[in-house]
Nanobody, 118 residues
Framework: QVQLVESGGGLVQPGGSLTLSCAAS????????MSWHRQAPGKQRELVATEFPGGGGTHYADSVKGRFLISRDNAKNTVYLQMTSLEPGDTAVYYC???????????WGQGTQVTVSS
């Protein structure tokens, strides 16, 4: 059974950067569609970034395009989310998701808090 564990969240000032990691154990993510989602207080969970397996490309929400970068290291069985030019509106709990090639969600990580504030 694959488990996903996010890390790297924290408090950062507006304009700052953070890199989130999602480490998988118990199985490979090499053939999985991996994505990052976030949920702010009182709001629905939203898709932030997706990376398709086998060099299939990436997709970003308009709100983070040009500021966030999703990547994976299959050798480390880890997915990353590099976040730059952070804004207070990026404050949320960020979750990693593993899905199959049909886009069906298989599992979530426990989430990591990102707070952007001066």
């Amino acid at each position: 059974q694959v488990q996903l564990v996010e890390s790297g969240g924290g408090l950062v000032q507006p304009g700052g950067s953070l890199t989130l990691s999602c480490a998988a154990s118990g199985g490979t993510i090499s053939f999985s569609l991996m994505s990052w989602h976030r949920q702010a207080p009182g709001k629905q969970r939203e898709l932030v970034a997706t990376e398709f397996p086998g060099g299939g490309g990436t997709h970003y929400a308009d709100s983070v395009k040009g500021r966030f970068l999703i990547s994976r290291d299959n050798a480390k069985n880890t997915v990353y989310l590099q976040m730059t030019s952070l804004e207070p509106g990026d404050t949320a709990v960020y979750y990693c998701n593993q899905a199959n090639t049909f886009g069906q969600s298989m599992r979530w990580g426990q989430g990591t808090q990102v707070t952007v504030s001066s």
